[in-house]
Nanobody, 125 residues
Framework: EVQLAESGGGSVQAGGSLRLSCAFS????????IGWFRRAPGKEREGVAC????????HYADNVKGRFTISRDNVRDAVYLQMTSLKPEDTAVYYC??????????????????WGQGTQVTVSS
């Protein structure tokens, strides 16, 4: 059974940093891309970043580019989202998800089939 579990969320002030972790099991990391998404209150889910395991390509949404970094840990079967210079508008529940195949370099939700439960990130001004 494929399982993904996010951790690392919390409350920070604007300008602060957090590192989110996505631990996964039941799936071979090298065969799939992994993405991070978020859903803010009253808004639709949006893609944040993705990592293509086949070629280590990364993709970021324009509103996080230069502030967020997605990376992987082959030993721990985990993918991380390092978030810096956080803004109040980054407040959301953050989810990681496994793509339906490898080589996915977009954060279109329909390209992802397994999702974690989410972790809350709150940024205060």
């Amino acid at each position: 059974e494929v399982q993904l579990a996010e951790s690392g969320g919390g409350s920070v002030q604007a300008g602060g940093s957090l590192r989110l972790s996505c631990a996964f099991s039941g799936t071979a990391f090298d065969n799939y891309s992994i993405g991070w998404f978020r859903r803010a209150p009253g808004k639709e889910r949006e893609g944040v970043a993705c990592f293509s395991a086949s070629d280590s390509e990364t993709h970021y949404a324009d509103n996080v580019k230069g502030r967020f970094t997605i990376s992987r840990d082959n030993v721990r079967d985990a993918v991380y989202l390092q978030m810096t210079s956080l803004k109040p508008e980054d407040t959301a529940v953050y989810y990681c998800a496994r793509a339906r195949r490898n080589g996915v370099r977009t954060t279109t939700p329909s390209n992802y089939d397994y999702w974690g439960q989410g972790t809350q990130v709150t940024v205060s001004s």
